[in-house]
């Protein structure tokens, strides 16, 4: 090996390890801690209380598959509940069809969900969560319609619906 060779080797080890641990702080966690009390189940708790899907979607911040939620379709006046803990998340005049597959909404009902940037597709985006249970529920972008300008992009395996 010739000097210069070592000397670049020298170099880029000690950079990798500076990365990595600049990166650490970046993985988010599976999912969001409850707010109340009485709502810090554990896995197996959780497990016993939700379908596998709808585990994967709270617990684990998945995603459904786009247009797979009937709620996705749904036009009735009522309440969307988180389907964690049955907090009212979002009011059935604040949907409206964003065309992209899944139940969206131009506002919450306020203090109901707490946002977090994650980092799972590298581009940071807003991922937000029931206030009540910590369950994950979407994302929220900036292109919604006003006067909001807000979409909340939710899972519909997330919600349960309640009409009027
Ligand atoms: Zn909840």
Redo the contacts with the bound molecule.
Sequence with gaps: MNQFLSRRIFILIPTMSILKIIFKPIQVLASSLPSKEG?NLSKDEWKSRLSPESYYILREEGTERAFSSKLNDEKRKGVFH?A????PLFLSDKKYDSGTGWPSFWDSIQGSVETKVDFKLIVPRTEYH?S????HQGHVFNDGPLPTGKRYCNNGLALRFVPD
């Design positions: 709502w988180c964690g803990c049955d907090s029931c009540r249970c910590g369950g």
